[in-house]
């Protein structure tokens, strides 16, 4: 028989001779112990057993009958801890904490004999660690406080516990714990140096925290732990895993110099023996990191050169690519290709790559991510071929999901289609765009939105057809009865609503027509202050209303009094801005002029202070209050 079956039949046995008063305590102990190692299936019979002993063992001290040595007894309770430690899941941790509380209290019953010992605790911390309850963080540092000199395992495993809890505490104590065990290695203890996934763990922690500058700290706690690595590679030279971490972290943040000096970092360490060799994750993050701005010069050089390298690992076989990394480079592509024309062409090419890769590997073929990126990076393109090629990557894409070959499209493919049709710059582009919108509807119409919708509104709403507003009318109406028709993404909002405003506002080249170009401006105007929460009027909203006042209607009583009652809704929705006051002081200064604070006057030029409640809503990036006006020479100073 098993040492567990043994003491299983001793129990039995002892049983036998009155366990409360007659069997030795040692003997007692004896079984305690040989229960301490027992398989799955024995387990929950171990631990009865072992909580049964304990009892007695307490009892029969408590009266005085038997005493034991404090060694013996913190021995006896360890074994006990032991035994619920393994018992994954609330409960088995549940106990093990009420155990310690149980012993601390017995110790202050009794000084000096029930006293937690620094093994205890860490069986207990381990048990909190490997729990994954959310307060598991600070019971660990409520232990962790009561052991007197805690080893650096200790600590370890305290750092575990807390890495796992949420609050931007726990993450601050976490660090801290970290740098405690970094100081210890530095000081030559290396009895529980901290592996590659402590260090995970907690710049995971880091990261997750809302500190705008959270990607720095766990740079800097990644610099600290490389330098101690030099000294010994194998030992804790941080891995690809944790330079990815904080590669993320600074991608996030829009680091992309700092991005790039570790990822420099990471290939030059692994040729002293580290284990940073970049891999698919870390190019992505590169990649990310470089086009977080996409306004900055050399983000379209930067990323050249980084697919460039990704394709020499390729051929080299150092790198392992996957779809999921040949999507962040479009996608990377797509969100310069605004600002670089070339940006376009380079996503579609490695679209081609992908397509045409005879290496059988199905991680590395072309997915719905794949196409809709690349549709973006070519509808936002400025250049004429990109946007006449987005419709074509469109239907390719189509086709191969009605095949089943790729997902589902979702509805961004068909909304960069249109509003690639709309930028393309040929005469047809408006009726090209309204034609491919009219086909959705008729055979794929679960691919349409508002936004699709609206990307064509817009484009009439600014466009030199004489007929815009007709033609906006004609395709808001169809976007009503898309919503009515059962189809959820589609129906009318805020924006929809504006471009019918911008668009009337836009038609004051034909006097003809102005009272009926300023009917449709009012009516939606008038409908985005009574419709549902959809379409509450922003800030474009009375910009653009203003601008048709001024434009649609004559000089007069009714003009000024239909800005003023228009700028006084906007002002109490503190929504002003300088491009409101300047629409509607082109129709009623006088009442703008009024309104400013701290008017100052040069020449024709009035320069004022927009109250700070009325611009209390606008976005800060918009916030200035400043507001540079033109006077006309009819206006009393």
């Not at 808001?476 to 059962?486: N, P, Y």
């Not at 400013?596 to 927009?610: H, P, Y």
């Amino acid at each position: 028989m098993g040492n567990i079956d043994k003491a299983l039949s001793l129990f039995d046995e002892l049983q036998k001779f009155g366990l409360q008063d007659e069997v030795d305590l040692h003997t007692l102990g004896a079984v305690i112990h040989a229960l301490g190692k027992p398989s799955k299936e024995t387990r929950e019979r171990a631990i009865e057993i072992t909580e049964f002993l304990v009892r007695i063992i307490v009892s029969r001290y408590q009266e005085g009958t038997a005493k034991l040595s404090t060694k013996s007894i913190s021995w006896v309770f360890e074994n006990l801890i032991r035994l619920w430690s393994k018992q994954r899941g609330p409960e088995g941790t549940s106990r093990v904490v009420d155990i310690i509380a149980e012993m601390e209290s017995l110790d202050k019953e009794y000084p000096g004999h029930f006293k937690p010992t620094s093994r205890t605790y860490l069986l207990a911390i381990d048990a909190l660690a490997k729990c994954g309850q959310a307060n598991a963080g600070e019971e660990a540092l409520a232990m962790l406080k009561k052991v007197e000199e805690p080893t650096t395992r200790i600590l370890a495993s305290a750092l575990s516990s807390v890495t796992r809890s949420p609050g931007r505490a726990m993450t601050k104590t976490a660090e801290s714990l970290y740098q405690q065990i970094l100081e210890r290695y530095r000081n030559g203890d290396r009895s529980a140096s901290p592996n590659g996934r402590t260090l995970t763990t907690v710049l995971n922690a880091i990261l997750r925290a809302q500190d705008p500058r959270c990607a720095d700290r766990a740079l800097g706690m990644l610099r600290q732990t490389i330098e101690l690595g030099r000294e010994n590679v194998g030992d804790l030279a941080p891995n690809t895993i944790a330079f990815n971490c904080v590669l993320s972290g600074l991608a996030r943040q829009k680091s992309s110099v700092e991005a790039m000096a570790l990822f420099d970092e990471m290939k030059t360490l692994r040729t002293s023996g580290f284990d940073s060799a970049p891999d698919a994750i870390s190019y992505a993050c590169v990649s990310r990191a470089i086009t977080s701005d996409p306004r900055k010069s050399t983000a379209m050089q930067q990323m050249d050169k980084l697919v460039a390298e990704v394709q020499s690992e390729v051929e080299n076989g150092r790198l392992q690519p996957d779809t999921r990394l040949y999507n962040t480079l479009i996608k990377s592509y797509a969100s310069i290709s605004r600002t670089m024309e070339t940006a376009a062409d380079t996503a579609n090419d490695l679209l081609l790559q992908l397509e045409i890769s005879t290496t059988g590997d199905k991680g590395t073929r072309p997915d719905v991510l794949t196409y809709k990126f690349v549709c973006e990076a070519c509808a936002m393109s400025r250049a004429s071929h990109s946007l006449k090629r987005t419709e074509d990557v469109f239907r390719k894409a189509h086709a191969l999901a009605e095949k089943g070959v790729i997902g589902p499209l979702d509805c961004d493919f068909a909304y960069y289609t249109v509003l690639a049709l709309t930028r393309c710059g040929e005469e047809d582009a408006l009726q090209r765009a309204e034609g491919f919108v009219k086909e959705m509807e008729a055979t794929a119409s679960k691919l349409l939105n508002t936004r699709s919708y609206n990307a064509l509104l817009s484009a009439y709403a600014n466009s030199l057809d004489p007929n815009k507003v007709a033609r906006a009318s004609t395709i808001f109406d169809r976007l009503v009865e898309m919503k009515k028709s059962g189809q959820e993404k589609c129906g009318p909002d805020t924006c929809s609503l504006n471009w019918l405003i911008l668009a009337a506002a836009n038609s004051f080249d034909d006097p003809l027509r102005n009272k009926e170009s300023f009917e449709t401006a009012l009516s939606n105007f008038k409908l985005l202050h009574t419709a549902g929460a959809d379409t509450k009027p922003n800030i474009l909203s009375y910009e653009f209303f203003l601008r048709a006042c001024h434009r649609l209607l004559p000089s007069g009583e009714t003009q000024r009094k239909l800005v003023g009652k228009a700028f006084e809704q906007c002002s109490r929705r503190g929504l002003v801005t300088g491009a409101i006051c300047g629409e509607a002081a082109k129709s009623d200064l006088p009442m703008i002029l009024d309104a400013l604070e701290q008017i100052e006057v040069s020449g024709n030029e009035a320069t004022g202070l927009i109250p700070m409640t009325w611009c209390q809503n606008v976005p800060h990036r918009q916030r200035f209050r400043k507001v540079s006006l033109v006077r006309s020479s009819n206006v009393e100073d």
